[in-house]
Structure formats: structure tokens, C-alpha cells
């Protein structure tokens, strides 16, 4: 942080990030995808350490989308491995630093171990406060809309909601993060522009950071410097800059 004067006052409170790179960062130095997600651990620790460091109070990470499961099994199968060793591995470590663990997506469909390790951790952390650490989880948001409509359409049928009730903050009700504020900042790592199929709906006024720095590479300074070049920026939601600094002052 100290080679970046962060604003304590201008903290996005939830932070998002697309982790990618971790393949190719295996594949530079000769090693096996698994390799790049096993290192790929470290930077989460770094990420929520700075998260934790500044005040964020929210930090959700994109661990494994349904596009995922498409991967060859044996990479699966060690990317399911690795995720129930690194939770029992960090569970106590969350506790001390006041992390509060939870997960979006279809979690129901992960191998059981995984479920296990998932729940007991959440019991574990349930009532710290300091931050939540979001691991979105064979997530995809297409489906998470896609399961909102149905929801929604269920209840108008049955005379539960009426359809002139629906607007934005409804919707964002039935989604999966309706507990959540939206994030301010994303990051995405490894040179890719794009989201990704990642909280379509939460990051319609959301900052968005790009970076070339592959997953396992990315470290305390990075998430700084992402922190700087957001703060550094100006969030007006349609409005001018004058009505903004009129707000403000």
C-alpha cells in the first residue's frame, strides 16, 4: 500500500474478481494446469489479506464456472481436490482475520467433500464480521437470472406477485447476491477484456480493471494499484460531473 496513497474514504466496499491466468501461468514454466491453481492460492490469500487490510467488506471471487465443467476430468477432479484442502487449510487463518465465508452458485452439484468442507466452513465463520469472502462456485449468471424469471413467473401464476411489482430492486432480490451490495470495482487478471458470464446484473454500474498479471502472480500491491486506479476515477450513474461535485459538496 505505501507505494500507493489509497483514500481511506473512497474504499469500494465489494470487490470482485475474475481470477484467470492460473493455465497458462503453469504452462510458462513447464509445469501442469493443476500447478497454476495450486499457486493460484497464495494470491487469493494476498488479495483478501489487502481486501481485509483497507476495509473492503466484501471480496467475491470467481473460483469455478459451469463452463468449467466442460475442462478435462483430471483437471477437475484436482481443482475439486484442491478446493477442500486450501478450505480446511484456511478455515482457522479466516477466523483470525474475521473473515466470513460464503458461496453463490450451483454448490449442490460440487463432489460431496466439497459440500462438506464448504458447510462446516461457513458454520465455522458464520459470525465473524470483519469481511466476506464470497467464492462463487459453479456459478454462471444466465443461470442465476434465468432461475430469478422462473421464480418470479411461478409466483405471478400462482397470484403471489403481481407483475407491476417487478422493477430492478425486485430482481435483484431473487438473485443469488440479494444480500450483498452490488460490487464497485472487478478485476479481472491475465489480459482478458471481457466478464465472462460473472454478476451480469450486479456489475451494470460496477468499475472495471484490467490487468496482463496472470492469477498466481497477482499480489498484495496489485489489488493497491487496482484500488488506486479506481479511486481515481469518477462514478457519476448518468449524472454530470458538476451535479456530482454539487452532491459532494
Known sequence: MKDFKIDQNKIPKHVAIIMDGNGRWAKQKGELRIFGHTNGVDSVREALTAAGEIGVEYLTLYAFSTENWNRPKEEIAALMDLLVQSI?????????????????????ILPKSCQ?????AKEKTKDNKKITLILALSYSSRREISLAIQKMSKEVSQGELNPNAINEDLVSSYLSTA???DPELLIRTSGENRVSNFLMWQLAYTELYFTDILWPDFKKKNFYKAIYDYQQRERRFGKTSEQILNHNA
Not at 88 to 108: F, M, P, R, S, W
Not at 116 to 120: F, G, P, Q, R, Y
Open 88 to 108: 480446511y487449510n484456511e478455515t482457522d487463518e479466516l477466523n483470525k482475520k474475521g473473515v466470513k465465508l460464503a458461496t453463490i452458485g450451483d454448490v449442490e
Open 116 to 120: 462438506k468442507a464448504l458447510i462446516e
Open 179 to 181: 444480500d450483498y451490495p
